[in-house]
């Protein structure tokens, strides 16, 4: 079971970088994906996440500017991220969540809810 992400980078202050998560040892069907962030002393919290079916949610932090998606066919999500900020800065992490049923929109950006972890990659937006 492995998740990889990447497409992080160094981008100024409204900028785009689109961010991958591909998936490899198992089968996404009874799986949510989750993008989650962690800026340095913080705790990591999630961002967005998608469903199978394709049904995502958002943190507040980042509606109406991040989008994500997943390509079943490819077992890879993506994170598309435009008008970056600042404080969007941090190490961005891929995570896999069991999804047989809806257990409501905060398990899904809840850490705790994740059983598989990919690498982070880091995205840095300068001001």
């Known amino acids: 079971v492995q998740l990889q992400a990447s497409g992080g980078g160094l981008v100024q202050s409204g900028g785009s970088l689109r961010l991958s998560c591909e998936v490899t040892g198992f089968a996404l069907i009874d799986y949510a994906i989750g993008w989650f962030r962690q800026a340095p002393g913080q705790e990591r919290v999630g961002v967005a996440r998608?469903?199978?079916?394709?049904?995502?949610g958002y943190s507040d932090a980042v509606k109406g500017r991040f989008t994500i998606s997943r390509d079943n066919a490819k077992n890879i999500v993506y994170l598309q991220m435009n008008s970056l900020k600042p404080e969007d800065t941090a190490i961005y992490y891929c995570?896999?969540?069991?999804?047989?049923?809806?257990?409501?929109?905060?398990?899904?950006?809840?850490?705790?809810?994740?059983?598989?972890w990919g690498h982070g990659t880091q995205v840095t937006v300068s001001s």
């Open positions: 995570g896999a969540m069991t999804d047989r049923y809806y257990r409501g929109s905060a398990y899904y950006l809840n850490p705790e809810s994740v059983n598989y």
């Open positions: 998608v469903r199978y079916e394709g049904t995502v």
